[in-house]
């Protein structure tokens, strides 16, 4: 099946700091790609959909100043979580397809810890 | 609203049983639907999804799809203790996926 890398897997950083997430498509053309977050035991939210050279789509709720979401590319999107506060530290995932309709492949997760 | 409802569980199979899943949702605009494994700590993997009625197999998983009751199931056979994880049902709405909760699944050797 097709690959979805993210970068990092794991990240501690101290509040007020700005994390950044890759997700990196690596043998198709990812024309839409999906950020969730889940916590403990819960299932996964999606915060925003990402299509290629357009603004993100956030789900409600979700703050855009504080999510932010950048797909410049048909392989990368990269989402930073800026000001990180501890109630921010989650499991970030995101999922990648190359079409409507067909099924998203997720990376390997970041866990992000919030000191 | 878009929903996907999943008993939490968790289920406990013996090592060799068949594990039932169960799912539902809301809404009839999806017209496919996805199971995910997600082991604790890592990201889903697909399982299988499905989309026509009726019963869809793939080695020793079996996904269920009954659009009328709005119910979708997966099956498991023979289950082992390296099935036990948590299954995630869920819907395709537009290019989004609604997720359940998740069922955790306890395979006992």
């Known amino acids: 099946g097709a690959v979805v890398s993210q970068h990092p897997s794991r990240v501690i950083c101290k509040s007020g700091t700005s994390v950044k997430i890759e997700c990196r498509s690596l043998d198709f053309q990812a024309t839409t790609m999906f950020w969730y977050r889940q916590f403990p035991k819960k299932s996964l939210m999606l915060m925003a959909t990402?299509?290629?050279?357009?603004?993100?789509?956030?789900e409600q709720g979700v703050e855009k100043d504080k999510f932010l979401i950048n797909h410049a590319s048909l392989t990368l999107s990269t989402l930073t979580v800026t000001s990180a506060h501890p109630e921010d530290s989650s499991f970030y995932i995101c999922?990648?397809?190359?079409?409507?309709?067909?099924?998203?492949?997720f990376g390997q997760g970041t866990r992000l810890t919030v000191v | 609203q878009k929903e996907v409802e999943q008993n939490s569980g968790p289920l406990s199979v013996p090592e060799g049983a068949i594990a039932s899943l169960n799912c539902t949702y809301s809404d009839r605009g999806s017209q496919s639907f996805f199971w995910y494994r997600q082991y604790s700590g890592k990201s889903p993997e697909l399982i299988m999804f499905i989309y026509s009625n009726g019963d869809k197999e793939d080695g020793r998983f079996t996904a269920q799809l009954n659009k009328a009751s709005q119910y979708v199931s997966l099956l498991i056979r023979d289950s082992q203790p390296s099935d036990s994880a948590t299954y995630l049902c869920?819907?395709?709405?537009?290019?989004?996926?609604?997720f359940g909760a998740g069922t955790i699944l306890r395979v006992k050797s």
């Open positions: 869920a819907g395709e709405y537009g290019n989004k996926l609604v």
């Open positions: 999922s990648a397809s190359d079409r409507v309709g067909t099924e998203a492949f």
């Open positions: 990402s299509n290629e050279g357009s603004k993100a789509t956030y």
